[in-house]
């Protein structure tokens, strides 16, 4: 089963907008055997939109269609489906019910914009848009499938995810595509590439991608096969081989973060943690609390970004910093145990260091970073020098400092 | 002048990677005035290579295409080239002494994957590579450019920007390409269509997108000319207009975010601040941190994630809490003013809320946020409704925290 994904915006074009619901979707459509064989896009304009959904249609089983279904002035995607289609729009009741419940609860008053969101195209099978106005269209041939969204990142997962995956799932059959990913931290691409060795031996038919970032490589394994039970099987074995080599660098797998793999931890081990961060200003906090139920085992913390913080907030001695400098072992041993002991935590967690671009000196350069940690029965520090950019050089920190807790707990 | 971005690669279609380079070169584009009407992406197919340059090649004055470029099996564009242009490939010892030159600097030996690189088609011009080994290549017909780039983006834009571009700015004559984005936060994008009023007046021959996101709506103002004074000149009508009308809900413009908004203000007036997150859990503090230079004013803060953090760091006493709950303006204001005088900053900005999913009651659904602020005259706290994943709620929530701030220092 082929499929088109077809993303709609003058923004795109021009390069203002990054296209990142191209790849989630790219991806999301692979995970079920659906085979993306074009991405296409093009701008806010009549003709190179019905161009695009000719062309696409005749190609392939499955087009998804993302962009302009808003209500304003610019978003012709829904004209351009009547037409192609040859249908009109009508006012769905089911629609109004929807966008009406929508607005009271957030005590918005109804509106041209709102009416003119109840209108779908007559021919069209709705895809319902839990988290928005704009309702999705989907048009059905045989086995193919014409399918409509919204370009809004939030509202477009949500419908793929509960309605389109599902139904696209049950078209296809036959062929049999695995992935499975490892994620690993800590340790760099060629690195751990020497560390995996021979890669054939290693594979044996599979193939392997490193996929690098600032917060670690993951690894995706892939199996294509014509039986289920058999490429799984070979995932497993292969997954076996790799962490016999470099299990201690693995923290997770699939889409598991970092952040959930240690909150995953300190659940299981009933510890509660709390963090005082300088250079990265919030981020591991924020990261740790993105979890839904983090509230369990995150007390919270501290971001003390200046000097006279770091003594209000954690009652790190102001002599100490005067003694060592803001960045040093001592004032992130100090800051990991004054946090712990300000919060009740069983376990603190500390960051100093140089985000750059400027601020570093030749004794302490742009991207260093001492992580501490501090329990009740050790406080210690760890020195890291980092490089790229201040968001990469943060990343990569708060990465850091989330393993020293994770390898402490195992 | 119209141009085609082609870009190839298995690894774009399964979504393993997110398309940057289409939308750098879609920018560089646009500002020499080549106005890019479609992008697509085929993977390593020789016939879906082949059926793309045919309809792109068909279809506009320029052709863009990267990736495939490299030495390894799935690298095939160079083949697909040559099959295009009906070529045949030859060494090119302009490009073999680079490539030894290349490889002499960085210790590595000559190899079969080197000798592979120094065949180049030989009808094309060559487009200098100077980070790497694979060569560009250009085939011309009358004003018409094909453009061949590796898909590594460090290489392909030092290409653009050294060869590329200059070379299609001088094939260019006459249209005039002007956009200006204004970004918007704290009012809905339809309520901003409204507010607007009619846009045929409002535009007078201009054209405008709406851009949505969590964090506010941005306006892109779109002007197609033949002279760039007077396209500038109607650019600044078309913006007096808009603000005339919304200029409140406009913190900034360009790729400006609204945490540099405010730090800009903050750092005029000689301000300083902190805050105190619940549910954002420092996602408010690692947006103002991510600039460089924010510790001019911001002083940090607490993430008060448990009730009794908020009293052990911020000084808020349990009996508030107890009596009001932590979600509540009393304890908002509380937050703001205890990490102001915890901190010594001139203003405390607060958040408390349930982020969701779970944690919602009839009383205090999911959604719920109080933002509150502090300084030495006064202290309030605004209530607010958020829809969507916790992901999306807690970005609303900080922009509506910094924009709070923003309006009380204007």
Redesign the interface.
């Known amino acids: 089963m082929n499929a088109t994904i077809l993303t709609i ?12 619901n ?7 459509l ?1 995970l079920v055997n659906v ?10 304009d009549m003709q ?1 939109i019905l161009t ?1 959904f000719t062309e696409s249609w005749s190609r392939t089983d499955i087009v998804i269609v993302t962009g302009g279904l ?5 978003d012709i995607t829904k004209k351009a489906v009547c037409t192609f289609f040859d249908s009109d729009l009508v006012s769905n009741d089911d629609v109004r019910e929807h966008i009406e419940e ?1 607005m009271r ?4 008053k109804w ?4 009416e003119e969101q109840t209108l779908v195209p007559r021919k069209a099978g709705i895809v319902w848009n839990p ?1 928005g106005t704009a309702a999705g269209m989907l048009f059905s041939e045989g086995k193919k499938r014409f399918i409509v969204l919204p370009g ?1 990142p ?1 509202e477009m997962k ?1 419908m793929m995810t509960q309605s389109v995956i599902p139904m696209l799932a049950g078209l296809v059959d036959g062929a049999v595509i695995r992935h499975h990913t490892l994620r690993t931290t800590g340790i760099a691409e060629s690195d751990l590439s020497e560390l995996l060795g021979n890669i054939d031996e290693l594979l044996q038919g599979a193939s392997l ?1 490193f ?1 690098p970032s600032p917060t670690g490589v993951k690894l ?1 394994i892939s199996v294509h096969g014509t039986e289920a039970a058999a490429a799984d099987r070979k995932v497993a074995e292969v997954e076996a081989r790799i962490r016999s080599k470099a299990d201690k660098y693995i923290y997770g797998a699939g889409t598991e973060e970092l952040e959930e793999a240690l909150g995953r931890l300190l659940l299981t081990q009933g510890k509660t943690i ?2 005082a ?1 300088s ?8 990261k ?3 979890i ?4 369990a085992y ?9 000097n ?2 770091k003594t ?2 954690l009652g790190v001695p102001a002599a100490l910093i005067e003694k060592h400098g803001a960045v040093s072992p001592e004032v992130a041993e100090a800051m990991a145990d004054g946090v712990r002991r ?3 935590a069983d376990i603190g967690l500390s960051i100093t260091g140089i985000a ?4 570093g000196t030749a004794e302490k350069p742009v991207g260093l970073i001492y992580t501490g940690y501090a329990d009740a029965s050790c406080a210690l520090a760890v020195k890291h020098q980092f490089a790229g950019s ?2 990469v050089i ?1 990343d990569r920190t708060s990465a850091a400092a989330m393993e020293l807790v994770r390898r402490k707990l195992l």
């Open positions: 915006g003058d923004e795109l074009l021009i390069g203002q907008i990054i296209n990142t191209q790849a989630w979707i790219g991806e999301q692979n085979r993306v064989g074009r991405m296409l896009t093009v701008g806010d190179a695009a808003g209500p304003t002035h610019d929508f609860k957030r005590n918005r509106s041209p914009s709102a988290l809004v939030y949500e991608a996929l995706r709390a963090v961060e250079c990265t200003g919030g981020l591991v906090l924020e740790l609390t993105r839904s139920g983090s509230s995150v007390l919270g913390g501290a971001v003390s970004y200046s006279s913080a209000a907030l300000v919060t009740g750059g671009p400027t601020g201040r968001a943060r």
